[in-house]
């Protein structure tokens, strides 16, 4: 996570770069999510929500703590936010919410814990958040899975997951990446917008709850310059993640 | 922080029983609050932000790290969650928000890092929760302070505050203590009454915003029992967190 330590004099300054850089990278407009109307899930009494993904799910939770509904076990992520919230509004429900996210993960690597860390906490509403590294780590040379691997992979995942657990409401997120952030550059796209079509053609496929983070984080950007949101172009900061949190609620009704 | 994890049925159970503790603990109503339109504060452009006060404040923030904005140095408590809902909120406005709250602070502690926590960061924002410590520990047999010692020293830091940083916006917030649930007994009052009526008096007398805490628990109690809101009676859960939080949300405007 970066340090949002700057003085107001360099956010001025970065302010002005943001807003060349929003320019200069027209590009990144979420290739897979429509504006309109959210499809809303309703909570009931006693319900569990897993968060699932990779290191932005994570965002540090203590892997020790096997529990939930505490800082500890949800990180400090988008999770947590969104955790804090629906424990205090719904509070008559008494939610359990788990943060199961692994830094690191691709698809492949969830589904080689779902048993564990998904199935058998049996959750009412899941929901995911991957791909980005599925992209990054290839570009990187440190995977060589193609995007073909990541849509097979996530839609044999999920209907694994509708096998076992036929009433789970899904919540599929939108991989997003920030262009101009330190990791991310131009050479992620065109290529990266596949990853962002095939996470919504699966939550399409399977009637999901879609999350479409990369118009979210487009828009942020004209409030404020792209390092407020991510240190990295991948990892939000405190600010990326209430932006993450916020969107996401709106999936609860 | 207490953990989160019991069943539902556990949960059920203990519904019913916080419901007869909120009637067997009438007592149990704000001192000091009554019901209204908190005084709202304006927020601008680069204003910093300065929670501080005790364990609850401080909320396992990391003490290495002594910048602002992240959940490092924010903690997992209501500075983390009203500082990131402030982040996303206004993030054309670059705040700054730190957290200088430490475990077991007394107002006389507070006053013994004030250089150094407060006056030196010149907050724009300077919101203080101080005055449990001040009662538990003197009825625990740990500090002799008595309730006019906790009114003077605590008066006396906000002189010294005001005629350091004459413009700085004060938010008080109402210490606060959950009836029936482990360290907090009847022994607590009316004794403890005392400290949120000054406290009160306090925030009337420098025309400070105040943040009724005892009437917000008090009130969260009728939707689920006090330990969901509050492990020992003193310090919040995350649900806690996020109603103190939000509670605190209603001072900005």
Redesign the interface.
């Known amino acids: 996570?970066?340090?949002?330590?700057y003085s107001?004099r360099s956010?001025?300054k970065k302010t002005a770069v943001g807003t060349a850089a929003a320019v200069s990278f027209p590009g990144i407009l979420s290739a897979a999510a429509p504006k309109g109307k959210i499809k809303e899930i309703t909570l009931s009494?006693?319900q569990t929500i897993l968060f699932q993904g990779d290191s932005i799910t994570d965002?540090?939770r203590d892997k020790n703590d096997q529990?939930?509904?505490?800082?500890?076990n949800?990180g400090?992520g988008y999770s947590?936010?969104a955790?804090?919230?629906m424990?205090?509004k719904y509070?008559?429900l008494?939610l359990?919410i788990f943060n199961r996210g692994i830094s690191g993960n691709k698809v492949y690597q969830l589904a080689g814990r779902w048993d564990a860390d998904c199935l058998e906490l049996k959750p009412d509403v899941l929901s995911i958040l991957i791909g980005v590294n599925d992209f990054w780590h290839k570009i990187d040379g440190h995977y060589d899975g193609t995007l073909e691997i990541y849509k097979n992979d996530y839609t044999a995942l999920i209907e694994r997951t509708l096998k076992a657990l036929p009433n789970v409401k899904l919540i599929i997120c939108e991989p997003f990446a920030v262009n101009g952030i330190k990791s991310v550059t131009d050479k992620w796209f065109p290529d990266f917008y596949g990853y962002q079509k095939a996470s919504k053609e699966i939550s399409d496929k399977f009637k999901a709850t879609f999350i479409p983070y990369q118009r979210i984080f487009d828009e942020?950007r004209k409030?404020?310059p792209g390092d407020?949101?991510t240190g990295d172009g991948v990892h939000p900061?405190?600010?990326g993640?209430?932006?993450m949190?916020?969107a996401w609620l709106k999936a609860i009704k």
Request: charged letters at 20%; zero cysteines; aromatic letters at 10%.
């Open positions: 996570m970066k340090s949002g330590n107001r956010f001025l009494k006693g965002a540090g529990g939930f509904n505490t800082a500890g949800l400090e947590l936010l955790g804090a919230s424990l205090n509070a008559d008494s359990k942020a409030k404020a407020y949101w900061t405190l600010a993640a209430q932006l949190a916020k």
